[in-house]
T-cell receptor, first 112, second 112 residues
Framework: DVKVTQSSRYLVKRTGEKVFLECVQD?????MFWYRQDPGLGLRLIYF???????EKGDIPEGYSVSREKKERFSLILESASTNQTSMYLC???????????FGPGTRLTVL | GDSVTQMEGPVTLSEEAFLTINCTYT??????LFWYVQYPGEGLQLLLK?????DKGSNKGFEATYRKETTSFHLEKGSVQVSDSAVYFC???????????FGAGTQVVVTP
């Protein structure tokens, strides 16, 4: 079975802090994605990556950056956390093309 | 651009009732279609998928048929259980690098 893990289930940070969310997949998938999920807004794509060191902006990249130094690991970085970044963050991976995306359990981030 | 529309919730049902969640899509080309389920506090899990017209996806008693003529992928289950209470997302994948479009999600509540 594909396994996607995220570094924390719950995280509390203060405004202005730099925040790292990490995601690891164990199935040698090419594509990795970061979403945020908010009530009434569904899932919104922040960034995705289709290869090591490659990244593309999604629908809401402002205030975020990403890093993919190794194929299995995709990090989401909040350079200076703000309260409006309080959300559930979901990582996903897929083998290629239009293939199934497999999701991690999510990180619920609260920024105070 | 590509988009997915699904019926709003919450949908409240009694145990053993029939469940239908409507999903329609707009896409160029030939998308793959998916249903995901999200239990409280967890990430999304693939429920079923279909990759071409007239394909039927099925899993755990749930079914959905890819209808190209009506651009629909409605989810059905003949007899729901309390354990089916969750949020259900319809999604399509048609673009490059495996980007998905998700519906807003439909919350289903099944009462004993």
């Amino acid at each position: 079975d594909v396994k996607v893990t995220q570094s924390s289930r719950y995280l509390v940070k203060r405004t202005g802090e730099k925040v790292f969310l990490e995601c690891v997949q164990d199935m040698d998938h090419e594509n990795m994605f970061w979403y945020r999920q908010d009530p009434g807004l569904g899932l919104r794509l922040i960034y995705f990556s289709y290869d090591v060191k490659m990244k593309e902006k999604g629908d809401i990249p402002e205030g975020y950056s990403v890093s993919r130094e190794k194929k299995e690991r995709f990090s989401l970085i909040l350079e200076s956390a703000s309260t409006n970044q309080t959300s559930m963050y979901l990582c996903a991976s897929s083998l290629s093309g239009t293939d199934t995306q497999y999701f991690g359990p999510g990180t619920r981030l609260t920024v105070l | 651009g590509d988009s997915v529309t699904q019926m709003e919730g919450p949908v409240t049902l009694s145990e053993e009732a029939f469940l239908t969640i409507n999903c329609t899509y707009t896409a160029t080309g030939y998308p793959s279609l998916f249903w995901y389920v999200q239990y409280p506090g967890e990430g999304l899990q693939l429920l079923l998928k279909a990759t071409k017209a007239d394909d039927k996806g099925s899993n755990k008693g749930f079914e959905a048929t890819y209808r190209k003529e009506t651009t629909s992928f409605h989810l059905e289950k003949g007899s729901v259980q309390v354990s089916d209470s969750a949020v259900y997302f319809c999604a399509l994948s048609s673009g490059s690098w495996g980007k998905f479009q998700f519906g807003a999600g439909t919350q289903v509540v099944v009462t004993p």
